[in-house]
C-alpha cells in the first residue's frame, strides 16, 4: 500500500491521521471536514502525512454565519448529526453568529444519531415546543433529506423563517428533495463542495459530460475527489513519491490537475 484514500466520517479521520507516521505512507482525505485535521495534526502536531482535497467545516459554521447576521432573525436552533462534523459545525456557527449579532439566542440544540437516523419527529418536535425562527442544520445525504420531508410534515416549516443546511445542495440531496426543497419566507440556503457547473473550464465540462452520458446524473463532491485522487495517485506514482520521505512536500499540487481548476 502506498496511499490510504478516504475517509468519510471526520471521527475516524482523526484516529488514522496520527498513525500515517508509524506507516510511513500518504493519508489522502476526500470528504472527512473537521477542521482539527489541519489545525491539530498537520499543523500543531507537525504531521506532513496528511492530504486534503476537500474542505474543512470553515464554510459550513463560519460563511453560513456571515449570511444569518443580516436576516431579521433572532432565535436559532439547531439539529445536528451527533459526532465531531456536526458539533464542530454548529460551534463555528454559535461562535461567529454571536459574535457578529450580540443579540441572537439559540434556543434548542438537537443531536441525531448519524448515520442510521430514519425518524426525526423527536428532534423537530423539540425545536418546534421553542419560539426557534431559525434552523442550522449540517445533516447530509439520506439524513437531510429525510430531515427536510418530516419537517415539512410535521409544520416545523411554517413556523420557521429561514433554514440553513450545508451539504444541503450535495447532488445527492438535490435528487432526493427535488421540488421538495423547503421554501421558507427568508430563504432555505444550501451549499456544497463541489457544484457540478462551477468551474466553466474545459476540463471540469468533460467530466461532466462524461460521467451524465454514463450514469445519466451530474457529477457530485465524491466524483470529484475520486477523479482527484486517481490523477494525483498516477502522476505521484510516476514520480516515484511511495512513501512520505520520498515525497517533496513543497511539490505539492504542482503534478496534478483537478477538474475544479486547483492544483
Known amino acids: 500500500m502506498d496511499f490510504l484514500i478516504g475517509v468519510d466520517s471526520s471521527g475516524n479521520a482523526m484516529r488514522i491521521g496520527p498513525i500515517m507516521p508509524e506507516l510511513n505512507r500518504i493519508l489522502i482525505i476526500v470528504h472527512a471536514a473537521t477542521h482539527r485535521v489541519t489545525e491539530e495534526l498537520v499543523y500543531r502536531q507537525g504531521i506532513k502525512h496528511i492530504f486534503r482535497v476537500s474542505v474543512p467545516v470553515y464554510q459550513d459554521g463560519i460563511l453560513a ?3 444569518a447576521k443580516d436576516l431579521p432573525i433572532r432565535k436559532w436552533a439547531g ?7 456536526g458539533r464542530d459545525s454548529w460551534e463555528f456557527f454559535k461562535t461567529t453568529l454571536k459574535a457578529l449579532r450580540p443579540d441572537v439566542e439559540f434556543v434548542s440544540e438537537q443531536w441525531n444519531p448519524s448515520p ?3 425518524d426525526f419527529s423527536k428532534w423537530i418536535s423539540a425545536v418546534m415546543a421553542t419560539d426557534a425562527e431559525g434552523l442550522f442544520t449540517v445533516n447530509w445525504a439520506v439524513e437531510a433529506i429525510t430531515l427536510h420531508k418530516q419537517a415539512a ?3 416545523l416549516y411554517k413556523k420557521l423563517k429561514a433554514v440553513f443546511n450545508p451539504m444541503g445542495y450535495s447532488m445527492d440531496v438535490a435528487y432526493g428533495l427535488g421540488k421538495d426543497y423547503p421554501r421558507l419566507e427568508y430563504g432555505t440556503w444550501v451549499s456544497g463542495r463541489y457544484m457540478w457547473f462551477y468551474p466553466p473550464t474545459e476540463i471540469n465540462k468533460r467530466f ?6 454514463k450514469m445519466g446524473k451530474a457529477s457530485s463532491i465524491f466524483c470529484r475527489d475520486n477523479v482527484y485522487c486517481y490523477i494525483y495517485d498516477k ?4 514520480e ?3 512513501s512520505r520521505s520520498r515525497y517533496p512536500y513543497k511539490d505539492y499540487g504542482k503534478h496534478g490537475c ?3 481548476g486547483w492544483g
Open 65 to 67: 454565519a456571515w449570511i
Open 79 to 85: 439539529i445536528n448529526p451527533d459526532y465531531e462534523y
Open 240 to 242: 516515484g513519491w511511495h
Open 116 to 118: 442510521g437516523t430514519t
Open 153 to 155: 410534515e410535521l409544520g
Open 208 to 213: 461532466v459530460d462524461a460521467l451524465h452520458t
Open 235 to 238: 502522476d505521484s506514482h510516476r
Open 258 to 260: 483537478d477538474i475544479t
